[in-house]
């Protein structure tokens, strides 16, 4: 299975940016998927979450701003980031819970794909 992150870019502070997450490969169905970032020098923290049924949590700081959404036919999930601010600027990773042919769940991490809000 792959994850494959796309969508980041350079953007000014109160901008838009939206970032797509794809999965591949020997995939039954997915439960849960997610994005985390991680700035440079911090951990790395999670942005949003949604689930198969479309269930979502996002992080404090990005309440409001940020809409995270999925379509379970393409086996992917978007992240539509408004109102970007310079502490948003961090490499953006999705992460999804696969659980695969054979019947078991694993957890992929996608490369991750850079987002920087300049002020």
């Known amino acids: 299975v792959q994850l494959q992150a796309s969508g980041g870019g350079l953007v000014q502070a109160g901008g838009s940016l939206g970032l797509a997450c794809t999965a591949s490969?020997?995939?039954?169905?997915?439960?849960?998927m997610g994005w985390y970032r991680q700035a440079p020098g911090k951990q790395r923290e999670l942005v949003a979450t949604?689930?198969?049924?479309?269930?979502?949590n996002y992080a404090d700081s990005v309440k409001g701003r940020f809409t995270v959404s999925r379509d379970n036919a393409k086996n992917t999930m978007s992240l539509q980031m408004n109102s970007l601010k310079p502490e948003d600027t961090a490499v953006y990773y999705c992460?999804?819970?696969?659980?695969?042919?054979?019947?078991?769940?694993?957890?992929?991490w996608g490369q991750g794909t850079q987002v920087t809000v300049s002020s």
């Open positions: 992460n999804a819970a696969v659980r695969v042919k054979a019947g078991y769940i694993i957890t992929y």
């Open positions: 949604i689930t198969s049924d479309g269930r979502t």
């Open positions: 490969g020997n995939i039954f169905s997915i439960n849960a």
